[in-house]
């Protein structure tokens, strides 16, 4: 029996599984962001979340380290689905490897397509997932936000970090808090 994504979401006027569109964000950012992709980034990037819904945040402690192993623990998760999935489609094993690399989020700092697969996310969760996470944490005061943006700001290259400034569509205020937070009112946006 297929098991399919029950956790639903509207956009656009649609009913979509959530990792469905999560999946189509992506690859849009991608396209906009990394066009000259190759194949492995772009099933790395379109795959990151395959079957998320089979390992639920809940089934690990709800604080900061559990945080932490059920993301470890999503990485090997959806590393490990992918690769099966590439090996009954008859893909060779450098391929796969490099995929299942890259949505490992193995060694961002020096394996590029990790570092891209890091630079989509963050894209994609400052354009379209940020606004909805401030609003579900009302409690967070500006220095918590002020900790997350940096973190996320971290993992994202110096390319990412100029398109998230100049190119992601954000309400005033949340700009203005990622320009504050990461200090680099700099960025040429023209």
């Known amino acids: 029996m297929r098991r399919i994504d029950p956790n639903r979401v509207a956009y656009d006027g649609k009913d979509w599984p959530k990792e469905l569109l999560y999946s189509k964000r992506m690859s849009e950012m991608l396209d906009r962001f990394a066009p000259e992709a190759g194949d492995a980034v ?23 380290k559990g945080y932490h192993q059920w993301r470890a623990g999503l990485c090997r998760f959806h590393a490990g689905i992918l690769a099966g999935l590439l090996e009954k489609a008859g893909y060779d094993s450098e391929f796969i490897t490099r995929v299942t690399r890259a949505v490992a989020k193995k060694s961002p700092k020096t394996n590029p397509d990790s570092q891209l697969l890091e630079d989509i996310a963050g894209l994609v969760f400052l354009e379209y997932y940020f606004l909805d996470f401030v609003d579900k944490h009302p409690e967070y005061d500006e220095q918590k936000w002020s900790d997350i943006i940096c973190r996320i700001w971290q993992k994202l290259s110096v390319r990412a970090r100029q398109h ?6 954000l309400p005033q205020s949340l700009t203005a808090l990622i320009r504050k937070a990461v200090s680099e009112s700099s960025y040429n946006c023209e």
């Open 164 to 169: 998230a400034l100049c190119n992601i569509q």
């Open 42 to 64: 772009k099933l790395a990037v379109s795959a990151q979340h395959i079957q998320r819904w089979k390992s639920p945040r809940s089934d690990y402690p709800m604080n900061r």
